[in-house]
């Protein structure tokens, strides 16, 4: 598809959900991305200005106004969310954070409060997720559980969204969704929404993206790492067509060496999700797997 026909796309579908909302009586609230911190830690850096230009709205998500080194590793989420994980491994983790500058760990929800006592002070978020890794739990179970995560330190949140609302086209459900889990956080963490892009068809992640951005989310994300795929080029450019310089993208899964992690950037991702942080910014190759 050409650029000239994804624009088109992208309008049309856009155009089309929002008009279905609203024939709901939704009455809409815009996209949240200001209450985020959406701006540069150094405007006048040739790195982060390059960056902007190629679509990223802020280099790091940050409610506290820290500054990152202005390299690969200010957007990396260093990620451990394999269900065997053991403390000892989440403690590596949180110290490779800190040492490596990341942008934040992300990991699942009982780890949050060592996690923010670990890295209390290091300029490093605590993000955890939501209605991990299906999104299939109930709107209120995803509240719930957000709010739980910022209470206990968490300071960003990647929520999956509905799939299968979304794929029956329920737009009312997958934007209320969303949108419960932005009220819960009440401006106390950044809220990321995982569209598991592996199973979508690509007027679904046009409709997915246009869905989390009405609700207030403050990024869109690609993949949760266990949906069978991961970020794709293709995928993280038409995400970035569709929210505009307004809100963040995440490209997720996969991301296992530097060429890979410069390409989702260069495509309009300004996170990144990746356990392989470490190996990626020392020039190797990552295992699979969170």
């Known amino acids: 598809m050409d650029s000239a026909a994804r624009v088109t796309l992208v309008e049309r579908i856009t155009d089309r959900v929002l008009l279905r909302l609203t024939q709901g009586g939704f009455t809409g609230v815009g996209p949240a991305a200001s209450s985020c911190g959406c701006s540069l830690s150094s405007p006048t850096d ?21 500054s990152l080194p202005p390299d690969l590793a200010g957007t990396i989420d260093h990620t451990l969310l394999k269900p065997q994980a053991s403390e000892s491994e989440i403690r590596t983790l949180c110290e490779e954070a800190r040492s490596n500058h990341f942008a934040s760990v992300c990991v699942n929800p009982y780890w949050v409060q060592l996690c923010a006592s670990l890295l209390s002070g290091a300029g490093v978020e605590v993000c955890s997720v ?58 106390g963490a950044c809220v990321k929404v995982i569209l598991e892009t592996s199973l979508l068809e690509d007027d679904e992640k046009i409709a997915a993206c246009a869905l989390a951005k009405e609700a207030g989310a403050h990024y869109v994300k690609t993949s949760t790492g266990f949906g069978g795929g991961g970020a794709t080029v293709a995928d993280v450019a038409l995400m970035r067509s ?47 797997g969170y």
């Open 46 to 66: 040739a790195h982060l200005r390059a960056m902007v230009d190629e679509g990223a709205c802020r280099i790091s998500c940050d409610l506290k106004a820290r």
């Open 130 to 187: 939501i209605g991990f890794p299906l999104g299939a739990t109930t709107s209120t179970a995803k509240a719930f559980e957000a709010g739980e995560a910022v209470h206990h330190g968490a300071t960003e949140v990647d929520m999956v969204l509905n799939v299968g609302a979304l794929k029956d086209k329920n737009y009312a459900a997958v934007h209320d969704d969303i949108r419960s889990v932005v009220q819960s956080v009440q401006g």
């Open 242 to 288: 569709v929210v505009g310089a307004e809100i963040g993208v995440k490209a997720s899964g996969g991301i296992r060496d530097r060429k890979t992690a410069e390409a989702m950037i260069k495509a309009g991702a300004n996170r990144l999700g990746a356990s392989a942080g470490v190996k990626i910014l020392a020039g190797e190759s990552g295992g699979s």
